[in-house]
Structures are given as C-alpha cells and as structure tokens.
C-alpha cells in the first residue's frame, strides 16, 4: 500500500523557519521524483521544490529561503524552510512520481500557518 505522509507543519512567526517531512512507503522511493506543493484557501495548488537523485528545481516562491532533500535509506523527503512569510500560509503536500509514467502519489497534507 502506497503511503505518504507528511509532518512537521504548525504555527511560525513570520521570519521564522520550519522543516517539513515526508515518510514514504510502498513503492520504489528512490527511484521517483519526489515533490513538495502547496495550496492556499481560495488559491491554485504551486509547485514548490522537486528532487531526484541529487537534482533539486524550485518554484519561484521557494528560491533562496526553501531547500529539499531527501534520506533515501529512510525513504523521507524534506523541505527546510526559512524566512517564512504570512503568504507561506498553505497546505503542503508531498508527491512523488516515477519518472515518465502519469501516475502519481499524493499525503494528505500538513498545514503550514505563518502569523504573528
């Protein structure tokens, strides 16, 4: 059974930092893309930061204070993020892909409330 799930969201003051992850289990981990979105009441799901092997790309709302990484022996991706901003307000959600097939996984979530 595929499984991601993803922890570490919470409350943070704005300028603060917050380090997300996700468990993976199910599948080949190491061998998928693995991908961090985002999605904000009343806003369209945004890409984030994607990793595979040892390749990183981010979405513009990540570059310079985001990074993603990954433990492929604990078959975790992370996203450490810092200088937050109230506009980082949103859900994350960990996805992961295996290179050329359509078929993707989704975890259900972890909130992510920056507010002073």
């Known amino acids: 059974q595929v499984q991601l799930v993803e922890s570490g969201g919470g409350l943070v003051q704005p300028g603060g930092s917050l380090k997300l992850s996700c468990a993976a289990s199910?599948?080949?981990?190491?061998?998928?893309?693995e991908r961090w979105y985002r999605q904000a009441p009343g806003k369209e799901r945004e890409f984030v930061a994607a990793i595979i092997h040892e390749y990183k790309t981010y979405g513009d709302c990540a570059k310079g204070r985001f990074t993603i990484s990954r433990d492929n022996a604990l078959q975790s991706v992370y996203l450490q993020m810092s200088s937050l901003e109230p506009e980082d307000t949103a859900i994350y959600y960990c996805n992961a892909q295996f290179p050329g097939r359509e078929e993707e996984y989704w975890g259900q979530g972890t909130q992510v409330t920056v507010s002073s």
């Open positions: 199910g599948f080949a981990f190491s061998s998928h893309i």
